[in-house]
């Protein structure tokens, strides 16, 4: 069954008509285990009869089964050896643990009359499988010291645990069994390498992965595709790419999960031209229509701004998931075209596409100023239909989105209905205080979350040093600053820089300002110049002014920003032909002003203006008012701000 979504509305003349495929799941509910009058004793047919029991989770069945052993087992009848009654006993003990009943997979386990590795193995793997890893780790352990040369652990064992061992606080077991691998001599046995290299780039261990790959005498593509994936997960995107190079060159064929791998170091490192190459060799190969590569190639091309690439891939794909079609939606959003994400979201709901938290969370980082809080409303609604309330990237989404859409105490109510609020959900209510101008309750909110034993991150400052900047709190400003690195060996960006040099402009401190600048570890970055100028704008300093322009002329030639900016300042020192030098010269350079827009929502529709903008089918009226408004404001003695004037590029003094 397919379902499909076409629509024009509002989309660029490349995209042409939208047309979602979607394959519905169709459930079965047949019978697997029809009725028989043949009596199954034998090992080989009871084992395989409880692997699909397990592998279906036909407990029912698997427990009459456990019964007819009891009754009748296997090793008096047709089977005589008892290495065949054990084959049937670890078949229970592994139906059981695939099942979810551990308890009594333990009973079970501890009743057998006897075990071997790979009784052993199945326990362990169900306990991990289950996040029990204490239990797991512990049986482990247990494996490790016996004498019993039957119960040692084998590779098998190896693999399993190092299955587990996914995440920074695994790290030091992974190093254990590593060692392990050389007591029992496995050190050549190429699973077991792979599952090294796996794990200690799970753990962020990468030196350790990439030397378990460079010492391994065979490598097959799992071994080259484990640590490329490795790599590219650890954000190691070039070194990742040099190795698919050279794997190419060896005698080793990527196969498809190689080059998901691969992509995913494109788009990491927006390598759109190695991206293209790769593209290339999949059509040769003809896997391009492979739903996951698909998805890659969309999220390569999207990340690379190719975004009518990524268009083309998504319209002629036969087949579409919920991966995909949350690609196309953060492709969207991510690109400016923010007004399509949201009509492809519309259309998807509309058509009845199962639409997950994933997809929820990317369409709420699409909420601006000018986006309608009645629709954000309604995504909220969806939301508690669905039951993703407490998925904590769409709680975390829903605070962004109400607090930019204006509703902070709607921010708050979502914040205080999460209950496992984590370092994104507090640093997004620091940030929704500090966008509203609240400074001091964003710094309260820090010290809340402080106290909840929540760790900062370095957006947290960021929000902070915003906060403090509005506030006008420059010594706690500073403060944060210092603690960031001293106390939680954090290292400040750009960004963290360009927010203090603006609290200490705002706060008319320029020359503390250049100063800072000055003894920055790193070359100032954009950012950074841009907010010097700003507040040589706001208080009309024309040579300190002129100092940072040029400075951001040589980071950004093609920025609006120091021409703007510079016109602002000479006009506000009534500088007329300094001024007029400044528009002249950027007029030249043939650098556009970036429109200024202001909105208003009115039954939950967004009105948008732009500075003279004559469009809105209430254009006339909306004018007559505002000239009556000025002028009552103009006989309450209202004087306009001289600084901002640039209302055209054509004028040549200020009226």
């Not at 043939?590 to 939950?604: C, M, P, Y």
């Not at 089918?617 to 640039?646: M, N, T």
Request: with cysteine; charged share 20%; proline share 3%.
């Amino acid at each position: 069954m397919k379902s499909r979504l076409k629509f024009n509305a509002h989309l660029p003349s490349w995209m042409g008509s939208l047309s979602i495929p979607f394959n519905a799941k169709e459930l079965t509910s047949q019978n697997p285990f029809p009725a028989t009058s043949k009596s199954i004793v034998n090992h080989a047919d009871l084992s395989s009869l409880l692997s699909v029991c397990g592998r279906d989770g036909n407990l029912n069945l698997g427990s009459s089964i456990h019964a007819r052993v009891i009754k009748q087992p296997p090793s008096f009848h047709y089977d005589t050896s008892p290495r065949n009654a054990l084959f049937v006993w670890n078949s229970l003990l592994s139906m059981y643990t695939k099942c979810g009943k551990l308890q009594d997979a333990v009973k079970l386990f501890d009743h057998m009359p006897v075990k071997d590795a790979v009784s052993w193995n199945t326990i362990i793997s169900g306990f991990l499988r289950n996040k029990d890893f204490d239990a797991g780790f512990r049986l482990f352990k247990q494996m490790s010291e016996s004498r019993n040369v039957c119960c040692r652990f084998d590779k098998a064992s190896l693999t399993t645990m190092l299955s587990a061992c996914d995440g920074l606080e695994f790290s030091s077991v992974t190093k254990v069994i590593h060692g392990l691998v050389f007591v029992g001599g496995f050190e050549r046995e190429i699973t077991v390498g792979n599952a090294l290299i796996t794990s200690y780039f799970k753990c962020g261990c990468c030196n350790q992965g990439r030397q378990v790959f460079y010492e391994m005498l065979e490598r097959n593509v799992i071994t080259w595709t484990a640590v490329i994936s490795g790599l590219a997960q650890n954000e190691f995107y070039e070194d990742g790419l040099r190795l698919f190079a050279q794997m190419r060159c060896g005698l080793v064929n990527p196969n498809a999960l190689t080059y998901l791998s691969a992509l995913m170091a494109c788009s990491g490192s927006q390598a759109l031209v190695e991206g293209r190459k790769i593209h290339g060799l999949l059509w040769k190969l003809g896997m391009q229509s492979d739903l996951c590569i698909e998805s890659a190639l969309m999220d390569l091309y999207s990340k690379c701004g190719s975004l009518e690439a990524a268009w083309g891939i998504f319209e002629s794909a036969e087949e579409l998931d919920e991966v995909s079609l949350t690609v196309i939606l953060v492709a969207f959003a991510q690109n400016g075209f923010e007004e399509e994400a949201i009509q492809i979201f519309i259309r998807m709901v509309k058509l009845g596409i199962e639409v997950d938290p994933n997809m929820v969370s990317a369409i709420l980082g699409v909420f601006g100023v000018g986006t309608s809080l009645a629709f954000g409303k309604q995504i909220h609604s969806l939301i508690i239909k669905k039951n993703f309330s407490e998925n904590p990237f769409v709680g975390n989404g829903l605070i962004n989105m109400y607090s930019k859409c204006g509703d902070l105490h709607g921010s708050l109510q979502i914040f205080y209905h999460i209950h496992k609020k984590n370092s994104v959900s507090w640093n997004s209510m620091i940030a929704a205080y500090a966008r509203h101008g609240d400074g001091f309750r964003a710094l309260q909110f820090y010290e809340e979350m402080r106290v909840e034993g929540i760790v900062p991150t370095d957006v947290t400052f960021l929000s902070l040093l915003h906060a403090c900047s509005h506030a006008g709190l420059v010594e706690k400003g500073m403060e944060f600053l210092e603690s960031m690195t001293r106390d939680h060996g954090l290292s400040p960006r750009s960004e963290h820089y360009a927010c203090v040099v603006d609290m200490l402009g705002r706060a008319g401190l320029l020359k503390e300002a250049k100063n800072f600048i000055e003894g920055l570890p790193e070359n100032p970055g954009v950012l950074v110049w841009q907010a010097l100028l700003g507040a040589c704008s706001i208080h009309g300093d024309s040579e300190m002014g002129k100092y940072a322009a040029d400075q951001l002329f040589l980071a950004s030639p093609d920025s609006p920003a120091p021409y703007v900016l510079m016109a602002n300042i000479y006009s506000s020192e009534g500088k007329w032909k300094e001024r007029a030098r400044a528009i002249k010269r950027m007029k030249e350079m043939g650098v556009a002003k970036e429109v200024g827009i202001s909105w208003i929502e009115i039954e939950k529709k967004v009105n948008s203006f732009v500075v003279g903008d004559k469009m809105h089918p209430q254009a006339d009226i909306i004018f007559w008012v505002l000239s009556g408004l000025l002028k009552h404001l103009k006989d309450e003695g209202y004087v306009p701000d001289k600084r901002c004037i640039l209302y055209y590029l054509n004028q040549d003094k200020m009226d």
